[in-house]
């Protein structure tokens, strides 16, 4: 890992841990609530990190012992992946333990609490990332063709030293160096997308999980034709009106053929997925960008702002102009 990740993203550098604690609440989008294990105490406390609309990394120094709990209300949640860069953190999930350094990663999977306590009460400097379950469920329905019947659950302990968690760690190397770029290219939403897709496969393939089964008991089946022809479509025509009967054209059969192969592949309507991967987009945009919520939102084909603004909040617990407060 580099020595100084995310070095042109310092959130807060204090002797007040208080304000360490701030700064992930704020990182993470309120999706976790930190607070300490023991009395608060001085030294170097910094963060610094990167936040979109379905990842967030953040790069911590300190020597506090902290607990994480999950404050997501929505079923989905987030994964949190953490991973030492330099010392060694004893963690605790769920009544399993394990030793955090460069070598050995920790998942938590979603709802889950996190004990983290640096050993012999030293600073220590980890990596959390946070990946919204949603993403895990797309990448898994990428490569079994069929979304997870349940919540995806990682195992706790990720080897970094093994084959497949070098993969990890290499793809979570260039992720943080994508990230701190100054290179425009790199600064795209796109490339960004992409790598974290390719880091959310890579975790799916290498660490054991409650459906690991399901990726490598028989052929991985794809998408069937006008379903592919579907989301081609929606995706190319995202920022333009589109109705149920232009998608079923573009498929090239029936809306009741459609409504079938979204809710049996995808598990939701074809509707609801446009209206899902919109707000995923003008979630992207708002954090990334300082224009105003409404001209965002219209530029991705919304019509009505109240009504957008009120399936924003359900989808992310949040309303627009919370998120767009903490650019």
Known sequence: MPTTPLRNHLIT?????????????????????????????????????????DFAVGYFVSPLDVRVASTEGRVRGSYFVNIGVSGAISASCGGLRATLDAVTAGIANPGDTQ?????????????????????VDQEFAALTGRPPVSTVRFDFRLDLARPKGRAVRLLVRSLLEQLDSEDPLFQRPELRRSQLRCLVTALLLAQPHSHTGE??????????????????????????????????????CGTRTLSSAFRDRLGLSPMSYVRNLRLDRIREDILASTDPVGTIAYRWGVSHLGRFAAQYRDRFAELPSETAARR
Do not use: C, K
């Not at 004990?115 to 990946?131: A, D, K, M, Q």
């Not at 081609?232 to 589109?242: D, G, K, R, S, Y």
């Open 13 to 53: 550098r204090s002797q007040n841990p208080a304000d360490l604690l701030n700064g992930a609440t704020r990182l993470f989008g309120g999706s976790i609530a930190a607070s300490p294990l023991a009395e608060l105490r001085g030294g170097d406390h910094e963060l610094r990190g990167v936040a979109a609309h």
């Open 215 to 252: 990726l490598y008991d028989g052929p991985r089946p794809s998408h069937p034709r006008p379903l592919r022809a579907a989301l081609a479509f929606i995706e190319a025509n995202l920022t333009e009106h589109i109705s149920l009967d232009a998608i079923a054209v573009a498929a090239g």
């Open 115 to 135: 004990e983290l306590r640096p050993l012999r009460g030293r600073t220590t400097r980890f990596l959390g990332l946070r990946i919204d379950a949603a993403l």
